[in-house]
């Protein structure tokens, strides 16, 4: 029996109007806040509604008066009358009932709705709670789009036979493999993530010699981190090929639990040190667990369902990056800054306990290769050469540009993370006043909302057969530019706008969310799995050299100098994406 085609309809263009409408609401709630504050009363809606609640107060303090003189009448009577006091009480009540009932009420609603708005943004927490609620519908608005969607396509075509349905259907093996991946990835992100919002300023809450971390310092200890990942890069990634990137990932939990147990200490040296492990530990963490995925689907034979799983991972991050948010703010709420460290450490643990338990270990020996099947070439033992990974990076134009992208989008990207808690801080205290709380955990959960939306548009868009990832991420680069231009712009003045930066910042986290799956999926088709951990560990050699180099004029630049420095390097990775694109066109006739 045919079903009835639905009428829903739904396209990526409905998925980006849908985003825009929730960075539209977003902002004009953060634009009232900020006008309300800064040039009239919480309460005020319109020069009409306040010219309406004065003439309510005139005829209020009329009535008063009306109702007072009546008051002293029947006073009076009643003590020369006693009997007639109920009469003369309801007489009274009355009259002041219809009184009441006759003052126009004109502007209640907005009234209503201004009192909403006022508490919403009596100060920097509520205002923060309020913008992460009203993503947090976007983001659920969104999701619900694409179930529709899909559902209406299961509808507009006529279901044949059973087989027909069973091809469709995801193999059990698929299944298994996403779980046990995204399992311990999320773990693993959640822990990572944990320390996002206050590692900034924990490190600038240390006090050496009386005298409080300068933002000169804390650029030093994140450029030694930096130096680290560039120096040991490629060799950890080829240790990670040889020794099986299972390994790699647990000895990631490992070394960036021991890094970020290292910011409770006061001494500068261990902070140095552990910045060092966590610039070791970040080498895997980019490496290892998509190597291992690459690696185990081609093993199975499941290389189309990739692009998917990594879609599936990096929406499933954000959601997982909101919850390390509000979690990170409510452990340094019991144990200060260094709280959410600890806390992360425990999903950290969590993580290795997993990928130990249910991952296979697989290595570049051999695609194939795992702990009980021998490689069956032996020349394949001889892949995983730093020197051999440069030469096929050299010899591949497209794995050139596939490399400047990650390395110019990634600097931007880690100059952004040391910047932004600076810049949104100094724009809370213009906004609310130098005593203003500024809640680092509940901003970071809503730039994760973000992310959440823009990894949900990738998602749509990369079930399109007929649009190619290098398009999708073309897009994505322009407007991660102008919204990081946006940011230095906004920077630039004496004072910093709540309501642009916080903007421009939510615009590029949404680009964030869309990047990682989209990077992703181009590593998977131009990586080849052999050598992936060293090829990805050499493209962060020039990665790490552009962050360091931007670190070290941190304090000649400043915020808005360094997010310009940002923007440039999003409009060159735009263009690389575009010459890329360009090549993957002319091989496929798109």
Known sequence: MRKRASNYKSSPFTFSFWWFVCGGVSTLCLAFAETNNNVLPRHYLGSQLLQQQQQQRKRLRNFI??????????????????????????????????????????????????????????????????????????????????????????????????????????????????????????????????????????????????????????????LIGFAATAIFGPSIGKATDKYGRKAGTIAFCALYSIGIAS???????????????????????????????????????????????????????????????????WAASIRGLTGPFELGIVFLVASAVVSGLFWKENKALSAAATDDTPPKDSNTAKKGSIKEAFDIVRSDQKLILVGAVQSLFEAAMYVFILQWPAAVAGAIKTFFGDSAVTPFGTIFSCFMTCSLLGSLLFGKLIKRKKVLAESTATGMLITAAISMGLGAYVTAGATTSLTGIMVALMLYEGCVGMYFPLIGTLRSKYVPNENKSVILSLFGIPLNTLVVVAYLFIKQLGISGALGVSSGALVIATGCMAKLRSIARSETGA
Do not use: H
């Open 65 to 222: 008066s009306t109702i007072n003189k009546s008051t002293t009448t029947t006073t009076t009577t009643t003590q020369l009358f006693p009997t007639s006091r109920a009469v003369a009480s309801s007489t009274t009540n009355a009259a002041a009932t219809g009184a009441i009932l006759s003052i126009p009420r004109a502007g209640g609603e907005q009234q209503f709705i201004s009192n909403i708005i006022a508490k919403s943004t009596a100060n920097s927490i509520a205002l923060f709670d309020s913008l992460l609620i009203v993503l947090a519908i976007g983001a659920v608005g969104m999701k619900t789009i694409g179930n529709k969607s899909s559902g209406s396509r299961k509808n507009d075509s006529e279901v044949e036979s059973s087989s027909d349905v069973s091809k469709e259907e995801k193999p059990p093996e698929v299944k298994a493999l996403q779980f046990k991946f995204l399992a311990a990835f999320w773990l693993l992100r959640c822990g990572y993530w944990m320390s996002g919002p206050y590692v900034v300023p924990a490190y600038k809450s240390k006090v050496f010699n009386g005298v409080e971390a300068s933002m000169s310092l804390v650029s030093k200890i994140f």
């Open 263 to 329: 910011i409770k200490s006061n001494a500068l040296w261990v902070l140095f040190l552990g910045r060092i492990i966590v610039g070791c530990a970040l080498s895997l963490l980019f490496s290892a667990p998509e190597a291992w995925l690459n690696g185990e689907a081609s093993r199975e034979g499941l290389q189309k369902y990739l692009g998917e799983t990594f879609g599936l991972a990096f929406t499933g991050d954000a959601l997982v990056a909101i919850l390390a948010g509000k979690l990170a703010s």
